[in-house]
């Protein structure tokens, strides 16, 4: 089969893959597509651009992506306005309880309750799906335009620009999201064009018009349609200017005095200019309409007040160990990220990338040294490491590009994810074309070419598959509601809740664990009426000390799928909750299972037909962990100390009363500070009703030994009667007064919250 046909090949199996997607994944269930498609519908509507707003309980329903440039939007409205979207707010039929962005054992991943009676061809369905077609179509010019620049960075090695496209077209994620309402679907082709005419301009050798102004000017428009698409376009001019400097440099006889060089570099500032003038022309009146909004040229100022930012920016180390989920994201983590791909995928497709690293080195050491043989006689030392420089970024401008383009937009994405939760690798799909260039090149290029064919090939064949079967094997079944199975044990109940939903029946297994350890809860309901609210499902294991739950699951039935308005009179379902109790639970104990039916919107509860509204169905025996300290836990400090465990007086209470806390600490090592302790009961707006700070000695602390250390909290007498949090930290404070808290470190060495809730109290 020639190149061209298998090109064709790998382009008709995306968009055919791709529409797949587009047409099996349900509406809103594509990552932010229930943000981006509002914005679509309300210029479709004709209405004007939205003003954002700070506050993210009034921003509408597009969230954060009022702040977003908007030419997908305007493109995605063009194509769809002719539909009457009239119902969205009924399409969009918001699940309260989505496991948004986690991966759970017990389902609820459906960011919408899907109406199985609705038409999925006419008013919104219809109008998402149309815009996630024409959102096909661009990724496939992404992936034609991989082909390209493959052809370009590895010439000669049609085998790599076939394997960086298929590697492009067949990743799962790129697939998903391709079929999505998301604006990456427009910025990721804008800038794989606007890569290829970078390299173009330094490869051409032709002296005509339209090399000298036409395709600078071209580039110019292409990046200012992308700036116009999303912010992270801008830095496409960086590639740009290169370009110009490497064109002209060629132009000039590629000569290396300081005078060449600093006429060179005016030429290519003036051909710049012709780069961005169209730029400004076409995206600069957005970001002039951001500095006089929201006072930031950005506008992130606006976005991140709406979408949120981390308690404390992440180091790098943090974001290393969030790496795992970036990749899952990156190749397939479907729906709101939270339904993943079988695990072995993963680490199969992480094992490529990491042979593509150490291929990429041994290639690059290849032609580093060939490169060193063939310039090793130049006379002028230092003219040469100029000359040869420029000469070597010259011959292998492509790879050059894709790397630096590559790079730029990863350590943008660091900058960001150090301030917001958005360690996402489906965020650098911008360089995805660079990105599957560089992964096919460093996978077979140091190959010779038969080896070379074979191994990308199968590794082709085998991405094709699993994109291929992500829709039947993990994207369909996560929103098909699936009648659970109750475990042994099962107790009949026959409970009526309002005389509208009737509990059959339970099942509870292990009914004795330990702090740490998972419950699995299978319920059995019956709709008995039809009803016109939405009812949740809640299910409390609740520690008697405090009567507050110590461990609990909120959700629609179904799985999350399945709203009570939908039900009629005698449908069951049966429903799977796993519930993890913290490993900060007081024990022993003996928690008690209550099980209920509430309005989200509202907060009222169903009563059952004893009166109760969260009835007590079951008991589980909470037994304590042995270990070196009373309620032994292992929570990790910043690796400097370990709190080993913890015992707490009375934790029922009265205003005026005294909390009584001792903490048992020990170091990992050597403590070159002094530590100070805080233990605080808060309300829900951090009011403090008691607290306490105590330095401690730990520099004089020996590693490995366990150090007690005790707490009298005294309540304020205003504290209100309720049930509160007490929560334990250790903080530095700076010459200037500022307080450093460290942060907790999961087992998998994530940083995360600067306090450990440790348990409840309650004030009568």
Same mark, same amino acid.
């Given at each position: 089969?020639?190149?061209?046909?298998?090109?064709?090949?790998?382009?008709?199996?995306?968009?055919?893959?791709?529409?797949?997607?587009?047409? @099996?994944?349900?509406?809103?269930?594509?990552?932010?597509?229930?943000?981006?498609?509002?914005?679509?519908?309300?210029?479709?509507?004709?209405?004007?651009?939205?003003?954002?707003?700070?506050?993210?309980?009034?921003?509408?329903?597009?969230? !954060?992506?009022?702040?977003?440039?908007?030419?997908?939007?305007? #493109?995605?409205?063009?194509?769809?306005?002719? =539909?009457? @979207?009239?119902?969205?707010?009924?399409?969009?039929?918001?699940?309260?309880?989505?496991?948004?962005?986690?991966?759970?054992?017990?389902?609820?991943?459906?960011?919408?309750?899907?109406?199985?009676?609705?038409?999925?061809?006419?008013?919104? !369905?219809?109008?998402?799906?149309?815009?996630?077609?024409?959102?096909?179509?661009?990724?496939?010019?992404?992936?034609?335009?991989?082909?390209?620049?493959?052809? &370009?960075?590895?010439?000669?090695?049609?085998?790599?620009?076939?394997?960086?496209? &298929?590697?492009?077209?067949?990743?799962?994620?790129?697939?998903?999201?391709?079929?999505?309402?998301?604006?990456?679907? *427009?910025?990721?082709?804008?800038?794989?064009?606007?890569?290829?005419? /970078?390299?173009?301009?330094?490869?051409?050798?032709?002296?005509?018009?339209?090399?000298?102004?036409?395709? $600078?000017?071209?580039?110019?428009?292409?990046?200012?349609?992308?700036?116009?698409?999303?912010?992270?376009?801008?830095?496409?001019?960086?590639?740009?200017?290169?370009?110009?400097?490497?064109?002209?440099?060629?132009?000039?006889?590629?000569?290396?005095?300081?005078?060449?060089?600093?006429?060179?570099?005016?030429?290519?500032?003036?051909?710049?200019?012709?780069?961005?003038?169209?730029?400004?022309?076409?995206?600069?009146?957005?970001?002039?309409?951001?500095?006089?909004?929201?006072?930031?040229?950005?506008?992130?100022?606006?976005?991140?007040?709406?979408?949120?930012?981390?308690?404390?920016?992440?180091?790098?180390?943090?974001?290393?160990?969030?790496?795992?989920?970036?990749?899952?994201?990156?190749?397939?983590?479907?729906?709101?990220?939270?339904?993943?791909?079988?695990?072995?995928?993963?680490?199969?497709?992480?094992?490529?990338?990491?042979?593509?690293?150490?291929?990429?080195?041994?290639?690059?050491?290849?032609?580093?040294?060939?490169?060193?043989?063939?310039?090793?006689?130049?006379?002028?030392? =230092?003219?040469?490491?100029?000359?040869?420089?420029?000469?070597?970024?010259?011959?292998?401008?492509?790879?050059?590009?894709?790397?630096?383009?590559?790079?730029?937009?990863?350590?943008?994405?660091?900058?960001?994810?150090?301030? @917001?939760?958005?360690?996402?690798?489906?965020?650098?799909?911008?360089?995805?074309?660079? *990105?599957?260039?560089?992964?096919?090149?460093?996978?077979?290029?140091?190959? $010779?070419?038969?080896?070379?064919?074979?191994?990308?090939?199968?590794?082709?064949?085998?991405?094709?598959?699993? /994109?291929?079967? &992500? $829709?039947?094997?993990?994207?369909?079944?996560?929103?098909?509601?699936?009648?659970?199975?109750?475990?042994?044990?099962?107790?009949?109940?026959?409970?009526?809740?309002?005389?509208?939903?009737?509990?059959?029946?339970?099942?509870?297994?292990?009914?004795?664990?330990?702090?740490?350890?998972?419950?699995?809860?299978?319920?059995?309901?019956?709709?008995?009426?039809?009803?016109?609210?939405?009812?949740?499902v809640f299910v409390h294991f609740n520690d008697p000390a405090v009567n507050a739950p110590v461990t609990q699951r909120d959700m629609f039935p179904g799985q999350g799928l399945v709203a009570t308005r939908l039900l009629t009179p005698g449908d069951r379902v049966t429903d799977r909750y796993v519930l993890t109790v913290p490993a900060s639970a007081l024990a022993p104990a003996e928690l008690t299972m209550s099980v209920g039916l509430y309005d989200h919107q509202t907060g009222e509860r169903l009563p059952a037909n004893d009166g109760l509204e969260a009835p007590e169905l079951a008991q589980v025996s909470l037994a304590p962990l042995s270990g070196v300290?009373?309620?032994?836990?292992?929570?990790?400090?910043?690796?400097?100390?370990?709190?080993?465990?913890?015992?707490?007086?009375?934790?029922?209470?009265?205003?005026?009363?005294? &909390?009584?806390?001792?903490?048992?600490?020990?170091?990992?090592?050597?403590?070159?500070?002094?530590?100070?302790?805080?233990?605080?009961?808060?309300? !829900?707006?951090? @009011?403090?009703?008691?607290?306490?700070?105590?330095?401690?000695?730990?520099?004089?602390?020996?590693?490995?030994?366990? !150090?007690?250390?005790?707490? /009298?909290?005294?309540?304020?007498?205003?504290?209100?009667?309720?049930?509160?949090?007490?929560?334990?930290?250790?903080?530095?404070?700076?010459?200037?007064?500022?307080?450093?808290?460290?942060?907790?470190?999961?087992?998998?060495?994530?940083?995360?919250?600067?306090?450990?809730? #440790?348990?409840?109290?309650?004030?009568?």
């Amino acid at each position: 089969m020639t190149e061209r046909r298998i090109l064709r090949l790998i382009l008709l199996l995306f968009v055919a893959l791709g529409a797949i997607y587009a047409i @099996t994944t349900p509406v809103f269930e594509a990552s932010d597509e229930l943000w981006h498609y509002p914005m679509v519908r309300h210029l479709a509507d004709g209405n004007p651009l939205p003003i954002q707003v700070f506050d993210p309980e009034q921003a509408g329903p597009w969230k !954060q992506e009022a702040s977003q440039p908007p030419l997908y939007y305007y #493109l995605a409205a063009a194509a769809t306005f002719w =539909i009457d @979207t009239s119902d969205m707010e009924l399409v969009r039929w918001l699940n309260p309880h989505v496991d948004n962005g986690v991966i759970t054992e017990d389902g609820n991943v459906n960011l919408v309750v899907h109406d199985p009676e609705a038409d999925p061809w006419s008013g919104t !369905q219809l109008a998402v799906r149309v815009t996630r077609l024409v959102s096909v179509l661009l990724g496939a010019a992404t992936v034609y335009l991989t082909y390209l620049i493959a052809s &370009a960075a590895v010439p000669g090695r049609s085998e790599i620009a076939l394997g960086a496209a &298929a590697v492009n077209a067949f990743t799962p994620m790129f697939l998903f999201i391709s079929g999505a309402v998301n604006n990456d679907n *427009l910025i990721i082709p804008l800038a794989s064009l606007s890569l290829l005419l /970078s390299i173009q301009i330094v490869r051409d050798d032709r002296s005509n018009w339209w090399a000298h102004y036409g395709r $600078p000017v071209f580039l110019g428009a292409v990046i200012g349609l992308g700036a116009l698409t999303k912010i992270s376009a801008i830095g496409l001019l960086a590639l740009a200017g290169l370009a110009l400097f490497m064109e002209r440099w060629r132009r000039n006889g590629r000569l290396v005095s300081l005078g060449e060089l600093l006429h060179v570099l005016g030429r290519s500032l003036l051909s710049f200019f012709l780069v961005l003038f169209p730029v400004l022309l076409i995206a600069g009146w957005w970001y002039l309409r951001n500095m006089q909004l929201y006072g930031d040229w950005r506008g992130w100022n606006a976005f991140i007040a709406v979408l949120g930012q981390r308690a404390h920016p992440a180091s790098l180390a943090q974001l290393w160990d969030e790496r795992w989920g970036f990749m899952l994201s990156y190749w397939g983590l479907f729906g709101g990220l939270n339904v993943p791909m079988a695990d072995w995928v993963y680490r199969l497709l992480n094992g490529v990338l990491l042979v593509s690293v150490a291929g990429f080195v041994v290639y690059s050491v290849q032609i580093i040294r060939d490169w060193t043989i063939e310039t090793k006689a130049r006379a002028n030392k =230092i003219s040469s490491i100029i000359y040869n420089l420029l000469a070597f970024v010259e011959r292998y401008i492509g790879l050059v590009m894709c790397l630096l383009w590559s790079a730029a937009v990863v350590v943008g994405l660091i900058q960001w994810a150090t301030v @917001t939760w958005s360690s996402q690798g489906r965020l650098v799909f911008s360089s995805i074309s660079a *990105l599957s260039t560089l992964l096919v090149t460093g996978l077979i290029a140091w190959l $010779p070419q038969k080896p070379a064919r074979i191994v990308i090939s199968g590794l082709s064949v085998f991405m094709l598959i699993v /994109s291929a079967g &992500a $829709p039947l094997l993990w994207i369909s079944p996560a929103y098909e509601p699936l009648e659970a199975q109750v475990g042994e044990g099962y107790q009949e109940l026959n409970l009526d809740y309002g005389e509208v939903m009737r509990l059959e029946g339970y099942s509870l297994e292990p009914d004795d664990i330990r702090p740490g350890d998972a419950i699995a809860v299978s319920l059995r309901w019956q709709a008995l009426d039809k009803m016109d609210r939405d009812w949740s499902v809640f299910v409390h294991f609740n520690d008697p000390a405090v009567n507050a739950p110590v461990t609990q699951r909120d959700m629609f039935p179904g799985q999350g799928l399945v709203a009570t308005r939908l039900l009629t009179p005698g449908d069951r379902v049966t429903d799977r909750y796993v519930l993890t109790v913290p490993a900060s639970a007081l024990a022993p104990a003996e928690l008690t299972m209550s099980v209920g039916l509430y309005d989200h919107q509202t907060g009222e509860r169903l009563p059952a037909n004893d009166g109760l509204e969260a009835p007590e169905l079951a008991q589980v025996s909470l037994a304590p962990l042995s270990g070196v300290a009373p309620n032994p836990l292992s929570v990790n400090f910043e690796n400097e100390l370990e709190l080993v465990g913890f015992a707490m007086g009375e934790r029922r209470l009265v205003p005026g009363g005294k &909390a009584e806390l001792s903490l048992y600490w020990r170091p990992y090592g050597e403590v070159d500070v002094d530590y100070t302790l805080f233990a605080q009961i808060v309300d !829900q707006d951090t @009011t403090r009703w008691a607290s306490q700070d105590l330095t401690l000695p730990t520099s004089e602390w020996s590693p490995g030994d366990v !150090q007690e250390v005790s707490l /009298s909290m005294e309540l304020g007498s205003e504290a209100p009667a309720g049930v509160y949090p007490l929560i334990v930290g250790l903080y530095t404070r700076r010459e200037d007064g500022e307080f450093i808290r460290l942060q907790t470190v999961t087992p998998e060495g994530r940083l995360t919250d600067d306090y450990l809730s #440790l348990t409840h109290v309650r004030i009568d």
